[in-house]
């Protein structure tokens, strides 16, 4: 081993008996059981659902206070104790307001404190003290050890010693302060690692409040999804994933993400558009249904987006002629279009246009932006690499994210791998290198990681790609034909909305092809699975999230509303654990204000996917791996220097 590498380790384990502990306890680590996994995507910017299912570890809680408290408390007493534990200040101000005197309280504030420590005991029971210790609330980190490690026979001996420290929290008006942060350290206790497969931007209205939520969890990571990778690309300079962003926002009524929360002006974008465009059914707004706005706020909008969709149709084009491997000549729809006659021709046949919006657009140079809009990108594209809650946003969601991520022996991607119809992985040519498969997912991730370290750069290769990897036919994050956003706005023929999707997303029921991906990226397909998202599983349908003999599972089930009414269900989550993994299916979540009266969650049966034989232990994790280099260069170490 690198000697130097040994010498920078001895100045951390100074002494023979620094690296003799650390040993002892990383392997005394490895033998303990693995962490509880928990997977969940396309949040769609659904903040409240998000943070619900974060709360109660899609069941978990819930199962273990069940498991403890069974045969000592009432339903109603664990109904009362889990909601406390999901939402503690809001249940806590709901229970001291239903209490009739100080005595009462007090006897509550005490059984639920004593409650609560059994409670973190059995929720940490696979965990180090050391581990659960940084899980604790640091103010009450000396009394909470004192209350949990005690033996029968300092129960017995100390009884009064233990009475007192829960009768000065109370009395020293602590109670509250100790039972939330108490109810927070179980949630974390009870999911070691999140996944988050992708697409936490677009359609809903809160997706910075889930950034906030995943920079200050524990331990995470994401797997981009193609709305993820928009707002990636308008950070790194791409001024066509940018004018996406924007379109869409105005799509679902939430430019306030773009003007309120990120500080970016949209003023200039209305100017033109005031300008240049009316009232226009087609692009009206999706208004949310707890939502109101005006009819002048209505127009704006629809002004808005008329004039940012034209702009990102004017923009595409440049892109797809200097790129003619992304073989999208198809798709210079502008180009297509007789304005004289209102109509466009596509693969050979006419089609008549409505509620056109071409004010600015040369019939001659039709990709042509007018100096005004020109501006106008430009503007917002500063405005949008300048906000620095943006910024911070997009380099955890750069830092934490990847386009597909090997953990635990499972394959999480959100979208698809490429496939032809004969279940061979596609093949694209970029720069005169042949990719497919899994080389063709680190070409893509390459162009992008690229394009976020030269965001000057907004019409070299790597921008021009992350682009490609929102709509092009061989990006594993789109998996379609052709977006076919054109063709919705303006042609009624329902027939030129369908957009075809790759074969992945039928061939993904065979066991034979799922087996052959994961041999693919190098995983061994007896015990693997491939993770997926992005496409709403319709189980209103019959459709089975689970495919391929359980090679294959897919959690996107629909946390956007948008979907709800086709999935018939809201969403997806995914539970692994040393014994096994397990699909869980949400309701639709109302508000935490029917939870706290009611005592009722939103979850449906859990569906077990695939169960250990043997109970799966941190050795055979990835933080096992880690773990093993680092008893590995210890030993080295402890040769090294002080064996020799």
């Known amino acids: 081993m690198n000697k130097k590498f040994l010498d920078l380790l001895a100045e951390k384990f100074d002494s023979e008996e620094k690296v003799i502990n650390e040993i002892i306890n990383l392997e005394a680590i490895l033998n303990l059981p693995k962490g509880t996994e928990h997977f969940v995507s396309d949040l769609h910017g659904e903040y409240q659902s998000f943070q619900h299912v974060l709360r109660n570890g899609s069941g978990r809680v819930r199962e273990k206070i069940v498991e403890l408290f069974e045969s000592d408390l009432s339903e109603e007493e664990i109904n009362e104790l889990t909601t406390l534990v999901y939402y503690p200040e809001d249940k ?97 206790l009870v999911v070691d690692h999140l996944h988050v497969v992708g697409d936490i931007y677009d359609r809903g209205p809160e997706p910075d409040k889930i950034m906030d939520t995943l920079i200050n969890y524990h331990s995470v990571d994401i797997q981009w999804g193609n709305h993820d990778v928009l707002w990636l690309g308008a950070y790194a300079g791409s001024k066509v994933c940018l004018a996406n962003i924007l379109r869409i926002c105005a799509r679902y009524d939430n430019l306030d993400i773009i003007e309120d929360v990120y500080g970016i002006n949209l003023r200039p974008l209305l100017n033109l558009a005031e300008k240049y465009y009316e009232d226009n059914p087609a692009f009206r707004p999706k208004i949310h249904s707890d939502e109101k706005i005006t009819d002048e706020e209505r127009l704006q909008i629809t002004k808005m987006h008329q004039a940012i969709a034209i702009i990102q149709f004017k923009l595409e084009m440049p892109i797809i002629k200097r790129r003619p491997f992304f073989n999208m000549s198809e798709r210079l729809l502008l180009e297509k279009v007789d304005y004289e006659k209102n109509e466009i021709t596509l693969q050979g046949k006419m089609y008549p246009l409505e509620n056109t919006c071409f004010a600015t657009v040369n019939p001659d140079k039709p990709e042509e932006l007018l100096e005004e809009e020109q501006e106008v990108i430009n503007k917002l594209l500063f405005s949008v690499q300048h906000s620095e809650k943006l910024a911070r946003h997009m380099k955890f969601l750069m830092k934490k994210g990847s386009l597909y991520l090997k953990y635990n022996g499972n394959l999480l991607i959100h979208g698809c791998i490429p496939l032809d119809e004969k279940g061979n992985m596609e093949k694209m040519v970029i720069e005169n ?136 269900i809201a969403g997806y989550t995914l539970l692994y654990n040393s014994y096994g993994m397990k699909l869980v299916a949400h309701k639709h979540f109302n508000s935490k204000e029917n939870l706290l009266e009611n005592g009722t969650d939103v979850l449906s049966v859990k569906r077990v996917v695939d169960e250990e034989v043997e109970r799966k232990l941190v050795r055979e994790t990835n933080v096992g791996a880690e773990l093993l280099e680092e008893v590995s260069a210890l030993k080295s170490l402890l040769q090294y220097r002080y064996m020799n």
Not at 105 to 124: E, G, P, Q
Not at 143 to 150: R, V
Not at 476 to 487: D, N, Q
């Open 92 to 188: 806590l101000t709901l229970i001291k307001d239903s209490m009739n005197n100080k005595e009462q309280l007090h006897r509550w504030y005490s059984d639920t404190i004593k409650n609560m420590i059994k409670l973190i005991s059995f929720a940490s029971s696979k965990y180090t003290r050391s581990k659960l210790r940084k899980a604790l609330p640091q103010q009450f980190v000396y009394i909470i050890e004192e209350l949990l490690y005690k033996t029968d026979e300092e129960l017995t001996n100390k009884q009064p010693y233990y009475k007192v420290i829960v009768e000065r929290v109370i009395s020293l008006g602590q109670a509250d302060k100790l039972i939330i942060g108490l109810a927070y350290c179980t949630q974390r």
């Open 433 to 568: 290198t042949t990719y497919a498969g899994r080389d063709l997912l680190d070409i893509f991730e390459y162009h992008l990681r690229q394009s976020f370290l030269h965001p000057e750069e907004t019409d070299d290769l790597s921008t021009d790609m992350v682009w490609y990897l929102w709509t092009g036919e061989y990006s594993s994050l789109f998996g379609k034909r052709a977006m076919t956003t054109f063709e919705r706005y303006f042609i009624k023929d329902k027939g030129t909305h369908k957009e075809t999707k790759n074969p992945y997303y039928y061939l993904r029921e065979n066991e034979e092809i799922c087996r052959r991906i994961l041999s693919d990226f190098d995983l061994d397909p007896e015990h693997s699975h491939i993770i997926n998202g992005h496409t709403p599983v319709k189980e209103i349908e019959g459709e089975n999230p689970i495919k391929a003999n359980g090679k294959m599972i897919v959690i996107d089930g629909g946390f956007s509303k948008a979907y709800q009414s086709t999935t018939g």
